[in-house]
């Protein structure tokens, strides 16, 4: 067999087990979603009536501010489910069946291959399902074309790829479950600064580099851009650098670990 | 020690039929902690082997680093006539490793784990699926093939892991410590099935800390300690390795045993378990000697015990860490 289809072969059984986990135990995936959800929910239903006094001039109503933070809340369920692959990379790491794979004659990046490809799908599909919930309250994107829903999809799923390199790093270097659920905090800590919620220009000034020079507010802008026809300006360009480098940089970050001599 | 390396009868230096596995100098550690000091073996095909040692002795070490999981500092190493260290892969297509902790998918079930391995050993759907079933019949799994493996208990578990080892038909199998923590019912289970692998031309190497069981399963025994093989060869080689066997005399009242113990000038003495050890080979002639000698100083002993030399003797003695207080021993 070709090396090339070895790793094929050898990639998608491993994508196959990690789906089969899922499947068996949709409570964890379940359970991230809960916090997007939530936070939707509670910023629309709850704040919302001050919320959107702040946004777009004052002049915004409920309706408006649910279109503005969906985008967000999207990005922020990607940054949420890696979580769970994180959590779920450093469990298996440290059970007796990854020493098996190594010392089977088997392609062997197909064990992070397989990791990776399940945690992009996974992320797609809870985005698709917080996406609903967001249609479901109201929130419509009616005015893009359908280049600009491809793009959008693109966008997502170059943004969970680039997460999910990064959550796999973290579950490697991460003892244990706990250690691993903390390392991936930013994931889900970074959206909470970002644009989601509030325009960064609505923000200290101090503090508005930090919303700002991170990944998750290039990539919402952008995706706002599409969905909803706002300004993207060179947003897209620099959230797509972000999801290069936060996938270059989680794939050698964890391949290096993986090869490193188990303890 | 030259070792033929490649499966080539012709060009085998001395006796030695092609070996499973050859180690020559086989050396890791850890920072400053040397975990193996230069490490030879030489395991025939077919054949088990058992590399015995306490625990820390380095025996999972040696494993890891022959089944390719961990790379070894310096030796030359080979296993199934591969070179460990320029091609890891061919090795692993020749071995089966079922380590000590358990190495099953707990999250799915075992029909499941077992169709992983066989879609891993790239065999169809329909080989893989045959395979499964003759395995997990095999191993008394067919029952609870339809359940998670986080549910199998701890012999299930093991029994699981040897099935699925066995799903790409290696040639050479290492079991870390197979029997560790499993109670006597499935220990002899694992007995048996590892007595049934090698009756099909399996080579096996195997580790543990039971000298019961090296002296059971394997053709040759290894006693590792500290980083170093102290001896070498079949049980019986190892038992004759030292000398005769004892009387061993046990008191419950400290103040008899230290009399008892100036009295015996020979004797070893256990402080801890108020027992005194006297050289005796336990022939008829020999203990009545001992029996008059004990009378004769007046010392009156709780229990008296004849032990023969078995393959603790051998381990206490080689790795010198002074008898157990627990050891069995036959009451004649």
């Not at chain 1, 994508?15 to 509670?42: D, E, F």
Request: aromatic share 6%; glycine share 10%; proline share 5%.
């Amino acid at each position: 067999m070709s090396s090339l289809s070895l790793a094929v072969r050898d990639s998608s059984t491993m994508l196959r087990r990690n789906l089969l986990h899922a499947r068996r135990y949709p409570s964890l995936t379940l359970n991230l979603l809960l916090t997007p959800i939530m936070l939707l929910l509670l910023f629309v239903y709850i704040f919302g009536d001050v919320m959107s006094a702040g946004i777009g001039g004052g002049g915004a109503d409920r309706s408006e501010y649910i279109a503005y933070i969906v985008p967000g809340l999207l990005l922020m369920t990607i940054g949420s489910t890696t979580i769970g692959t994180a959590v779920s990379v450093s469990n298996d790491m440290s059970e007796g069946i990854i020493a098996r794979f190594r010392t089977m004659a088997i392609h062997r990046s197909s064990v992070i291959t397989g990791r990776v490809v399940g945690s992009v799908l996974q992320s797609i599909a809870s985005v698709v399902l917080v996406g609903a919930v967001g249609v479901a309250i109201g929130f419509r994107s009616t005015d893009a074309t359908a280049l600009e829903w491809l793009a959008a999809f693109g966008l997502l799923t170059l943004f969970a790829l680039a997460l999910t390199w990064i959550a796999v790093g973290m579950g490697m270097v991460s003892p244990n479950a706990e250690a691993a659920s903390n390392n991936a905090m930013p994931l889900i800590f970074l959206p909470l600064i970002s644009s989601t919620f509030v325009p960064v220009d609505a923000m200290p000034g101090w503090f508005q580099p930090i919303a700002e020079y991170q990944p998750f507010t290039p990539a919402i802008e952008t995706l706002r851009g599409l969905l909803l026809g706002t300004e993207i300006g060179n947003n897209g360009w620099i959230a797509l650098a972000w999801c290069v480098a936060l996938s270059a940089l989680g794939y050698y970050w964890s391949k290096a670990v993986y090869n490193r001599d188990p303890k | 020690m030259p070792s033929s390396v490649m499966p080539t009868p012709r060009k085998d230096v001395g006796q030695q039929p092609p070996a499973a596995v050859s180690v020559v100098g086989l050396r890791k550690s850890y920072g400053d902690k040397t975990v193996l000091d230069g490490i030879d073996l030489h395991i025939p095909a077919g054949s088990v082997f058992a590399l015995l040692g306490p625990n820390g002795a380095g025996k999972t070490t040696a494993v890891k680093i022959l089944s390719t999981l961990i790379t070894a500092d310096a030796g030359d190493l080979h296993v199934g006539g591969h070179d460990l260290a320029t091609d890891p892969q061919a090795v692993r297509a020749a071995i089966g490793v079922t380590g000590q902790f358990s190495a099953v998918d707990g999250l799915i079930t075992g029909e499941e784990n077992m169709l992983l391995m066989a879609d891993l050993q790239h065999l169809s759907k329909h080989e893989g699926r045959q395979v499964t079933a003759e395995l997990l019949e095999r191993f008394d799994l067919t029952e609870a093939a339809k359940k998670p493996a986080s549910t199998y208990s701890g012999g299930m578990k093991r029994r699981l892991d040897i099935a699925m080892t066995l799903v790409g038909n290696p040639r050479i199998i290492f079991l870390d410590e197979p029997t560790t923590g499993l109670d006597p019912r499935s220990r002899h289970n694992m007995w048996g099935i590892i007595r049934e692998l090698v009756t099909s031309g399996v080579t096996v190497f195997l580790t543990t800390q039971y000298l019961e069981e090296a002296d059971e399963l394997a053709d040759r025994i290894a006693v590792l300690n500290n980083g170093r093989i102290a001896a070498e060869g079949t049980a019986e080689e190892l038992k004759r390795l030292i000398p005769g066997g004892h009387v061993r005399l046990r008191f419950s009242d400290p103040t008899a045993y230290r009399s008892a113990a100036l009295a015996l000038r020979e004797a070893t003495r256990d402080d801890e378990a108020l027992s005194l050890q006297i050289p005796s080979d336990g022939s008829q002639r020999e203990l009545r000697s001992v029996l008059d000698w004990l009378d004769s100083a007046g010392i009156e002993a709780d229990e008296l015990t004849v032990h023969t030399p078995d393959l603790d003797d051998v381990f206490f003695a080689l790795t010198g860490s002074g008898m157990p207080s627990q050891t069995k021993e036959d009451v004649r």
